[in-house]
């Protein structure tokens, strides 16, 4: 059968390329100025209008990544050789592959991504990167693939450039670092030449020696343990002793499954015996080892490194530790380097933090930010209540970042006793802060909470702050279906204007009131809607227009 290909038609593939371009504007301005300056307000405000555009009358808008361009489906629309300002690398260097916009996007989550982007990561150090700023945001609308194998150091990746430059491949080099090691090991006086050998020959003794390792640690941990079990008294000690070492050497050499297997051991069954309470009391050393910063310490560099990529046998491995591991597992995750590792630590926290909320709560001390807001957001995926006073402790944080954290647990953990804290930050002195602590309220859907935002919306300075911190409040709103909101919205959009001097302000009231209407899908509100559209005002005929299209595009079947 013949398949034709078709390309994407010139009115998609237009307005795609657009929206590359008004994101490199974006990414430069809120570099050069503050979140509260009105420009980057502007900024953003542009890119949302242009990104909910598209998504309304093309739907989800698919970015692929290469080195040196962005496809939208199968054809280029970005393309530059450019190292210093080449947006394509700027993902791509990073291990990301595919971007995805979503239908129901809204302008909170677009900004926090442009403001991803826009961070200066030569001064946030090497604990960050556009992955982790991404990963740690969870958005709902916005999704992203990751080549985890391409996260390696800078180094490693320009050595595989230049190796597939004369047409050798990373694994191919890899494996002949590795053959050449093994013969300066076995004599580092005599360096022999080592004669040519194939890409096949070099791969299946890797296989070999893997093969052999494994199998011969594996055979060890249970000689060693049988030995244990059938030793006398005056021996525990020294048995106990050999398979703690046998137990580092499988965590130095990246062997998990063979640790695992003896940690397995000590867990299960002992035989009856008159000395089983020493036989449990030596083995009580063998478990404070295997939770030891020393052992960790091993453990994260090796997930660092990428040598121990079996997520089921690290779980297994979490999952037989106690919560005596919380304070090194903290210790080492400021430590680690790249995004995988750090996942896995982070993950390893959750299954523990949950057992001992006091001992990870210790890490909001550390004063290196970036663990600080990861003990934030582990107790987030706890979702425990009993953190909630560990949580105000933070809620102050010198860096923004941290207290940003702390809104979303906040207000994902929907309890009354957060209020006062969310409360407090709406006056942060920071724009970010303010609004996040808005979008906290939102997620709460409580009666409180929307008590609180309407205090606020009917409090008599609103009207004049600042546009985009006025569209959160009015966003927030449109978690609450029902009369009283869309009659309180429906009284704002018909509202006249008080004077010639506030008739801007006023507006702007009324397209965030057109805004939160179209979120709500307030069929009610289009007779007006239709009328404010052909207003002189363009925010507010803007704001008509994007709300009718929400509305109808809502009312479709099947939607």
């Not at 953003?44 to 970015?63: M, N, Q, V, Y």
């Not at 083995?283 to 040598?307: A, C, H």
Request: hydrophobic share 40%; net charge negative; aromatic share 10%.
């Amino acid at each position: 059968m013949l398949i034709l290909y078709v390309p994407q038609p010139e009115e998609i593939l237009k307005p795609a390329q657009e929206l590359i371009q008004i994101f490199q504007r974006a990414k430069k301005s809120l570099r050069m100025y503050p979140s509260n300056n009105p420009i980057s307000a502007r900024m953003i405000e542009e890119a949302f209008r242009h990104t909910e555009s598209f998504l309304l009358e093309h739907g989800d808008l698919e970015l692929k990544f290469r080195q040196n361009e962005i496809l939208f489906g199968d054809q280029v629309i970005y393309h530059s050789q450019d190292k210093e300002e080449n947006f394509a690398f700027f993902f791509f260097k990073d291990g990301m592959r595919e971007l995805v916009f979503r239908r129901g996007l809204v302008i909170g989550e677009l900004g926090e991504f442009l403001r991803a982007i826009s961070y200066d990561f030569e001064k946030l150090g090497e604990e960050e990167d556009i992955v982790t700023l991404l990963w740690e945001r969870d958005f709902e609308h916005i999704k992203y693939v990751i080549d985890e194998n391409f996260l390696l150091e800078d180094d490693v990746y320009e050595n595989e450039a230049v190796a597939q430059a004369k047409g050798e491949d990373a694994q191919e080099l890899e494996l002949k670092r590795i053959y050449s090691e093994i013969l300066k090991e076995e004599d580092g006086s005599l360096q022999p030449e080592v004669a040519p050998v194939t890409k096949a020959d070099l791969l299946e003794l890797l296989r070999e020696l893997e093969k052999d390792s494994a199998c011969k640690l594996q055979k060890l941990s249970v000689i060693l343990f049988d030995f244990f079990l059938d030793a006398n008294f005056p021996e525990y000690g020294d048995t106990v002793d050999l398979i703690c070492d046998a137990f580092e050497y499988c965590i130095r050499t990246g062997e998990l499954r063979p640790a695992v297997g003896l940690l397995a051991r000590a867990c299960g069954p002992l035989p009856e015996a008159q000395d089983v309470q020493l036989l449990k009391k030596e083995l009580g050393r063998f478990f404070e080892f295997v939770s030891s910063p020393k052992i960790l310490g091993m453990l994260g560099e090796r997930l660092d490194s990428g040598e121990m990529a079996d997520d089921e046998v690290f779980d297994e491995y979490v999952g037989r530790l106690d919560k005596t591991a919380i304070p090194a597992f903290i210790s080492i995750l400021g430590e680690l380097k790249t995004i995988e590792a750090r996942k896995k630590i982070i993950n390893a926290l959750v299954f523990l933090g949950g057992k001992d909320i006091q001992a990870l709560a210790k890490g909001i001390t550390d004063p290196r930010w970036y663990v600080v807001r990861n003990i934030i957001y582990i107790m987030r995926r706890i979702g425990d209540r009993s953190v909630i006073e560990f949580l105000g402790k933070a809620a102050r944080h010198q860096d923004v970042r941290v207290r940003m954290e702390v809104l979303r647990a906040l207000g994902e953990l929907e309890a009354p006793g957060v209020l006062p804290a969310l409360r407090e930050a709406l006056d942060d002195p920071e724009a970010s802060i303010r609004m996040m602590a808005v979008r906290a309220l939102g997620k709460m859907r409580s009666d409180a909470a929307k008590k609180v935002i309407f205090s606020r919306v009917n409090a008599k300075g609103f009207i004049d702050i600042d546009f985009n911190e006025k569209k959160e409040y009015f966003e927030a709103l449109a978690n609450w279906q029902g009369a009283e909101v869309e009659e309180f919205l429906l009284r704002v959009l018909k509202t006249g204007s008080f004077s010639f001097f506030k008739k801007n302000k006023v507006d702007e009231l009324r397209a965030c009131a057109a805004y939160s209407l179209g979120l709500l899908e307030c069929r009610g509100a289009l007779q007006y809607l239709e009328k404010l559209q052909k207003v002189k005002n363009r925010l507010l005929s803007d704001y008509s227009y994007r709300a009718i299209k929400r509305i109808e595009y809502g009312q479709q079947p099947g939607n």
